[in-house]
């Protein structure tokens, strides 16, 4: 098994940033791809960012320029979240798969427990 533990989630004015991590432990040799999700109220959960384990990048055209998706060789992932606005408020996810990449079509093995972004003035 693995196990995904973020944090830095928090309350952040609109044009603020935050930055997450998201840290893995367990059977980790299993993890190839690494991606962050997340989920508005009332909405389906979204693929917003993924990285392989070659740091090969993906982004959801929605913050395409603004967040940043990094990880280091120890299966820690991260995602810096600049000019964040109050659509961004969401619970953000990360997820680690087998798979070489992680898409929208991905069934992702693991997930974390999820932290809260909330973007107001």
């Known amino acids: 098994q693995v196990q995904l533990v973020e944090s830095g989630g928090g309350l952040v004015q609109p044009g603020g940033s935050l930055r997450l991590s998201c840290a893995a432990s367990?059977?980790?040799?299993?993890?190839?791809?690494m991606a962050w999700y997340r989920q508005a109220p009332g909405k389906q959960r979204e693929l917003i960012a993924s990285?392989?384990?070659?740091?090969?990048t993906n982004y959801a055209d929605a913050v395409k320029g603004r967040f940043t998706i990094s990880r280091d060789n120890a299966n820690t992932v991260w995602l810096q979240m600049n000019s964040l606005k109050p659509e961004d408020t969401a619970v953000y996810y990360c997820?680690?798969?087998?798979?070489?990449?992680?898409?929208?079509?991905?069934?992702?093995?693991?997930w974390g427990q999820g932290t809260q972004v909330t973007v107001s003035s």
């Open positions: 997820a680690a798969d087998a798979s070489l990449v992680i898409t929208t079509m991905t069934r992702v093995d693991y």
């Open positions: 367990g059977r980790t040799f299993g993890i190839n791809a």
């Open positions: 990285i392989t384990r070659g740091g090969i």
